[in-house]
């Protein structure tokens, strides 16, 4: 019997999670499946709470959610690869982008995202501290666009895109 009033309220929950932020149920299988659940929070601080695009290539819709560290309290996305049930942690306490200028492990300075189409963008380059160009980059898939909001207005931030085995990040702006 309390078996089945688990499940019920377990079903019930999810089942009100996927309804109430529309969620596939592809994405809440696999973040219940991996026990994301145990140290992962789902949050909707920035809208949309979540992207849905092909990130990888393999022409499948993949989803990006945001998730906080129950422990830590960092906020960060989860990338799930739906039909691989792969997933990808940026933030969220785990290190993310190049090593010293760019590295975070908490996108709490997050003010806004949105899906950038595959094609040209340009990397802002850096020596010194200080900004000396930038350089075009093609993106081979659907990547996701995070940018520092100041007063409401985007400021500066990068592209998280796929590049065939990891995510990496490239800088934009400031």
Not at 28 to 38: R, S
Not at 60 to 76: F, Q
Not at 115 to 134: A, H, L, P, R
Request: aromatic share 14%; net charge positive; glycine share 10%.
């Amino acid at each position: 019997m309390k078996k089945l009033l688990f499940l019920f309220a377990f079903l019930c929950f999810t089942h009100s999670l996927s309804a109430q932020n529309n969620i596939p149920d592809w994405y809440l299988q696999v973040y219940e499946k991996a026990d994301l659940n145990k140290t992962y929070t789902i949050s909707s601080d920035i809208k949309p709470a979540f992207l849905l695009s092909d990130f990888n290539g393999d022409n499948v819709v993949d989803m990006a959610l945001l998730v906080v560290n129950k422990k830590s309290l960092k906020r960060g996305i989860l990338i799930v690869h739906q039909g691989l049930c792969n997933y990808y942690l940026i933030g969220a306490g785990s290190n993310f982008g190049k090593k010293g200028f760019d590295e975070f492990d908490d996108t709490k300075w997050m003010g806004g995202w949105q899906i950038t189409k595959k094609g040209q963008v340009y990397e802002t380059k850096f020596e010194n501290g200080d900004i000396v160009g930038s350089v075009p980059r093609n993106l081979k898939n659907n990547s996701i666009a995070v940018w520092e909001s100041q007063d409401g207005a985007p400021l500066a931030g990068g592209i998280i895109h796929w590049d065939g085995k990891k995510y990496k990040w490239i800088h934009q702006g400031e």
